[in-house]
């Protein structure tokens, strides 16, 4: 399961997929977890820390890996959980522990995966579309690859105003003008970049809210906001949550 982000704006952890993670977690009870994206770099303990009431709520329990020996908790592991942070700092951990090797044969002989932001980047063939600054030297960009596609978390469609709701909307929130009159990139224009510059990996670009549920041969796209495939070569196609996405295997 991949997670474009574990909190929607105002909700609570997970509020949104926790069905979702029971039912691919089913009787299960400990879920191994990955730290080392280490967001706005609060360490391990105070990460787990912040996730675990989530997790009981759910009547699950989250460990830390075995710091001295993290490739035998995989091994060991009935299930395990990625979390969001710096996809850089993240896979470079990965790679420095040698962990890629064991989370892909743990997963393949059927260990359940569940990733949020960073920790569904990685599960795709690279990191070429995380929208983290790199951080850390995660020697190439290759990932885990547990998907024939890539991934990108917390996709924000363009808004597009005409003049005059343009003037409508600064009328009312005037301090908003600094965004309107930006003339960086959309989210649309770099991947768009991304593949005319080369590269070939297919793109899923999860809004916040939406998840893919990978299962038996199958891709669900779960939540409640939908997500956007971009192809080289083609244009962009929106996809509505409840749609399966088979093609993309």
């Known amino acids: 399961m991949l997670l474009s982000n574990s909190k929607v704006a105002g909700g609570k952890l997970f509020v949104h997929a926790r069905e979702e993670i029971k039912d691919l977690l089913g009787v299960r009870k400990v879920v ?10 609060m360490g391990h303990e105070a990460y787990l820390a912040a996730l675990q009431p989530s997790f009981q709520e ?41 962990l890629l090797y064991a989370i892909r044969e743990a997963v393949h002989a059927g260990m359940p995966y569940i990733g949020s932001s960073a920790g569904s980047n ?34 924000q469609d363009t808004v597009k105003l005409s003049p005059e709701e343009k003037e409508a909307v600064l009328r009312l929130a005037p301090q908003l003008k600094i965004l309107l009159d930006h003339q960086g990139e959309t989210r649309d224009d770099r991947l768009r970049e991304y593949h005319a510059l080369g590269n070939i990996e297919t793109v899923v670009a999860l809004r916040e809210g939406a998840m893919l549920r990978i299962h038996e041969g199958h891709v669900y796209l779960k939540g409640t906001t939908g997500a956007k495939i971009f192809k080289k070569g083609e244009e962009p196609a929106v996809y509505q949550a409840g749609t399966c996405l088979d093609f993309l295997l």
Request: proline share 7%; with cysteine.
């Open 32 to 41: 191994q977890f990955v730290p080392y994206a280490n967001p706005s770099g």
């Open 122 to 155: 990685v599960a795709g063939l690279t990191i070429g579309n995380t929208n983290d600054m790199p951080a850390a030297e995660c020697y190439g960009r290759d990932a885990l690859g547990l998907i024939p596609f890539n991934i990108n978390p917390h996709y």
């Open 58 to 98: 759910m009547e699950y329990e989250l460990q830390l890996l075995d710091a001295g020996d993290p490739t035998q908790s995989i091994n060991d592991a009935e299930a395990l959980f990625i979390g969001g942070g710096n996809t850089w700092q993240l896979l470079k951990e990965l790679k420095d522990k040698r």
